[in-house]
C-alpha cells in the first residue's frame, strides 16, 4: 500500500503530521477529506497555516495545489479563515 508522501503535495513532514492525527493512508485522507483532515490537523498542529490546507485539497484532487482553481482557493480560505475565529 502506498504512503501518503506518494500524493502529491505531501512530503515526509506534512505525511509524519497526518498520522499523528489518524490519518494513515491516502484512502484515509480521500475518504476524510482536506477540510476535516486540516480541522485535526489544526487542533493538534495550530501552526499549520492555509497552504497545508491547500496541499491536501490538492493531494485529494491529485493536483499540485498551486492548480487548484480560484474559486476553491477562496472556499478554503474562507473555511481557513473561520477557524481562526
Given at each position: 500500500m ?18 499523528a492525527?489518524?490519518v ?8 476524510l477529506g ?5 480541522f485535526?490537523l489544526?487542533?493538534?498542529f495550530p ?5 497545508h ?9 491529485d493536483?499540485?495545489f498551486?492548480s487548484l482553481?480560484?474559486?476553491?482557493k ?5 473555511f ?5 475565529r
Open positions: 502506498a504512503g501518503l508522501n506518494s500524493m502529491k503535495n505531501i512530503g515526509k513532514e506534512l505525511e509524519r503530521k497526518l498520522t492525527v489518524g494513515d493512508s491516502p484512502e484515509a485522507l480521500k475518504e482536506a477540510k476535516h483532515a486540516f485535526k489544526k487542533g493538534v501552526q499549520v497555516c492555509l497552504v490546507l491547500y496541499a491536501l485539497e490538492g493531494a485529494v484532487q493536483m499540485e498551486n482553481p480560484e474559486d476553491k477562496r472556499e478554503l480560505k474562507e481557513s479563515d473561520f477557524l481562526k
